[in-house]
């Protein structure tokens, strides 16, 4: 199959970015050496940015691919390795090389990574990080998730052979106008990979109208319905079942600044009808948890912590979540979750996650990161869209009081997601299709 070869070329722009980052990159790497250091990465890992590998390249046959997925955090790397574990089977002599930029998804990658893949965290995007990283691992396909488009790495990878794709691809619209202000540099940035796919003909048209080769943009669903479900630690879920008893349970999952208020006051409301319900709050950064804390208590509402080793007591009305790595458990223990970041223009969080588990969805308005996700799991049943908190309080008392309406929408969010997970079959085709893969026998 013959692809037409890039035409753009790098711009005065590029190459001033190029230029820049390089000596800013001193600057840079101490920035993000401090936020490694205070999750308790070692320095041989936070030279990682600087592009010193801390793993040797795995040894490997010749003829065999060594396949680099980037992922800029928890989110993304879930999805590479959704990815990976598919092409492991079809190629079962390729190995794997997953990057990322933050403790948690190393923390991640660390317990749910294949056995023939690796992780490392991402080099700056600056000249000097990027060669180091790719004199070492020299990948022969890189892919990268949503919306990572580092020009200093992927020029450089390109110019060293290095076939490249993106996938997931999304773009939100702030950024589609500010490419399209630098259009030649977009172009330039488009025309390297070899493969783009999208999470819907929306994006795929952004793509195009920077510059994509139409040839090479292809539709394909979202890559996170097909990842598989979060792990639950079953000795937690038994502590937590046990304390809790019969008190009915929701969840308020990945919570930000501003939507706290709003979902406890549905939480008061509730109460009055549901003396017993307990409201499980597991923000989106555990750090704030003094923050919500005090704002609970502000709300007179009793509360436990599960940061300070606490167990929810008979009469804690609200639960702070405020640890990473639990959400797989604290969605077993309900069918009702709702999901944080879209109460205000956030973007909102992964519904698949949820509905993977066997629990409905609730989200507010502001789901532009998943906006070909959740209208038509809403237009079935399978999630319900809530502006204030008496939509919140009514929508959570439904499903409450009306378990055959809270089964339907646990089996529509259901079938919605292993409607789009089946996707990843086509994916997988591309992918070793585009990046010239070859499929042989370990």
Not at 104 to 114: G, H, I, N
Request: proline content about 7%.
């Amino acid at each position: 199959m013959t692809r037409p070869e890039q035409t753009a070329t790098p711009t005065l722009l590029f190459y001033s970015y190029r230029a820049l980052t390089a000596l800013l990159a001193p600057i840079a790497f101490r920035k993000v050496a401090a936020k490694l250091s205070a999750h308790g990465i070692p320095e041989t890992r936070q030279r990682e940015r600087l592009g010193h590998a801390s793993l040797p390249r795995p040894e490997m046959a010749a003829e065999s691919p060594l396949i680099w997925f980037h992922g800029a955090s928890v989110g993304e790397s879930l999805a590479a390795i959704t990815l990976m574990n598919r092409l492991s089977t079809r190629l079962p002599a390729a190995r794997f090389l997953l990057t990322s930029g933050t403790a948690t998804s190393a923390a991640m990658a660390d317990k749910r990574l294949p056995t023939c893949a690796q992780h490392q965290f991402a080099p700056l995007d600056s000249s000097g990080a990027v060669a180091r990283f790719l004199d070492h691992w020299r990948p022969d396909a890189g892919v990268f998730v949503e919306s990572e488009l580092w020009p200093v790495t992927l020029s450089a990878a390109k110019a060293r052979g290095t076939r490249l794709a993106l996938v997931n691809a999304r773009l939100s619209a702030r950024s589609v106008a500010s490419w399209r202000k630098k259009l030649p540099t977009a172009r330039y940035i488009m025309g390297l990979f070899d493969l783009l796919l999208t999470q819907n003909t929306s994006v795929a048209k952004d793509l195009v109208l920077l510059g994509a080769d139409p040839a090479k943009v292809l539709p394909s669903g979202n890559l996170k319905a097909g990842a598989a479900a979060l792990p639950q630690d079953p000795n937690l879920t038994s502590e937590m079942r046990a304390a809790l008893g019969t008190r009915p349970l929701w969840i308020a999952s990945s919570t930000h600044q501003g939507e706290e208020e709003i979902i406890l006051a549905a939480h008061k409301s509730l109460l009055v009808d549901h003396p017993d319900l307990c409201l499980l709050l597991a923000p989106r950064h555990p750090e704030r948890a003094s923050e919500i804390a005090d704002l609970i208590t502000k709300t007179d509402l009793t509360q436990a912590r599960r940061g300070r080793g606490q167990a929810p007591t008979p009469d804690c009305q609200v639960y702070l979540a405020d640890t990473l790595g639990e959400l797989g458990t604290w969605y077993a223990l309900s069918p009702i979750v709702f999901l944080g970041g879209s109460l205000l223009p956030i973007g909102g969080h992964n519904p698949f996650e949820v509905a993977q588990s066997g629990a409905a969805v609730l989200t507010g308005p502001g789901y532009s990161n998943f906006s070909e996700t959740f209208p038509p799991m809403i237009k079935t049943g399978g999630a319900c869209e809530v502006h204030t908190a008496a939509d919140l309080a009514q929508a959570v008392d439904l499903w409450l009081t009306q378990p055959d309406q809270l089964q339907k929408a646990r089996d529509e969010a259901r079938a919605y997601v292993e409607q789009q997970a089946g996707q990843l079959d086509a994916m997988v085709d591309h992918l070793i299709n585009y990046l010239c893969l070859k499929e042989t026998d370990d």
